[in-house]
């Protein structure tokens, strides 16, 4: 039962930090290159990676979707551990809406106009911070989408997630807090049930008994036995 | 802006789940302490209408406490997070 109840634990572990891991805000040095636009087919199981900016996108079969090409700095541990190495990267940049995850971005057009003033050539290189969600992964094209960029001074500059910060403070006082309640309602609530409903089981055991040795006394007065 | 009435509708019954629940944790401390206080103050004495007479004017008092109106914040902070966020990400 303990090994069991391990392995769903461990299974609802891994959901939450993948759910986190997509879904939390991560910055990235990056160079813009290019920008651009392009119809995308929304009609299978990856319309998950898609957002849905309105009401009337949620129907739609496809649309078009604007994407931003960089230059990325490689970087280990979430980006908290900066490397030399460069790569590519593609952001999609979309409206978050009302929906989910929750950023209410709705200024994907202005962040498409300041990502297209931030373009430059490796010789020339002007570096920016983009913060976004999302996952890449070229096999099922899904692209990270874009939530902001700033530009910054050099290649290494210091950034610190203040979202994430406040996200996992609040997260732990929320579980602490709910734990609290849990427990004050199990002492004040839950314990004193138990315990009336214990003594009412009790005597309802001891009447049986009673009867049954009544019962039985009286068979055993017929049949001697 | 369909979206916007949905959140808004949906996040009001969510967080009114959390106020009542909050509301409940908050009574129930309440209570325990002036039941504590009660004890410290008259040891052995754990049945009496002074007991209970203590304990119902505590309540009142918390009834009508700032304390009680405090749970509304559970109300206000998410508003205010969706706030802070809309302006973060979409005016800087």
Redesign the interface.
């Known amino acids: 039962m303990r090994f069991v109840r391990n392995i769903l634990l461990a299974i609802v572990a891994v959901f939450a930090l993948l759910i986190a891991h997509y879904t939390l805000p991560q910055h990235d040095v990056v160079r813009v290159v290019n920008t651009y636009q392009e119809r995308q087919d929304l009609g299978d199981w990856t319309r998950i990676f898609w957002s849905n900016p309105?009401?009337q996108s949620g129907t739609l079969v496809n649309r078009d979707v604007q994407f931003i090409q960089t230059v990325r700095k490689k970087s280990f541990l979430f980006g908290f551990i900066q490397r030399d190495a460069e790569g590519v990267m593609v952001y999609r940049n979309e409206d978050t809406?009302?929906?989910w995850p929750?950023?209410?971005?709705?200024?994907t057009a202005?962040l498409q106009t300041e990502a297209d003033d931030l373009r430059s050539t490796p010789e020339e290189p002007k570096w920016a911070v983009m913060t976004h969600y999302g996952w890449r992964n070229e096999l099922i094209s899904a692209f990270p989408n874009a939530?902001?960029i700033k530009p910054v001074d050099g290649p290494k500059p210091t950034v610190i997630p203040w979202f994430n910060i406040i996200f996992f403070v609040v997260l732990i006082a929320l579980l602490l807090f709910i734990r609290?309640?849990w427990r004050?309602?199990r002492e004040?609530?839950i314990d004193p049930a138990l315990d009336d409903t214990r003594d009412a089981w009790e005597k309802v055991d001891e009447f049986a008994d009673e009867r049954r040795g009544r019962v039985s006394r009286w068979w055993r007065s017929w049949t001697g036995r | 802006m369909?979206?916007?009435i949905?959140?808004i509708v949906f996040g009001f019954l969510a967080l009114s789940v959390v106020y009542i629940?909050?509301s409940?944790?908050s009574r129930?401390?309440r209570?325990?302490k002036l039941e504590d206080a009660w004890a410290e103050d008259h040891p052995g004495v754990d049945d009496s209408p002074e007991r209970d007479a203590y304990i119902d004017e505590g309540m009142i008092d918390y009834q009508q406490g700032l304390r009680r109106k405090l749970i509304l914040l559970v109300y206000i902070i998410p508003a205010i997070a969706?706030a802070v966020?809309?302006f973060i990400?979409?005016a800087?």
């Open positions: 309105d009401d809406g009302w929906r929750p950023y209410f971005k709705f200024d202005s939530m902001a609290a309640m004050q309602f004040r609530t | 369909i979206g916007a949905r959140l629940a909050v409940f944790y129930s401390i209570r325990e969706i966020t809309m990400v979409n800087t």
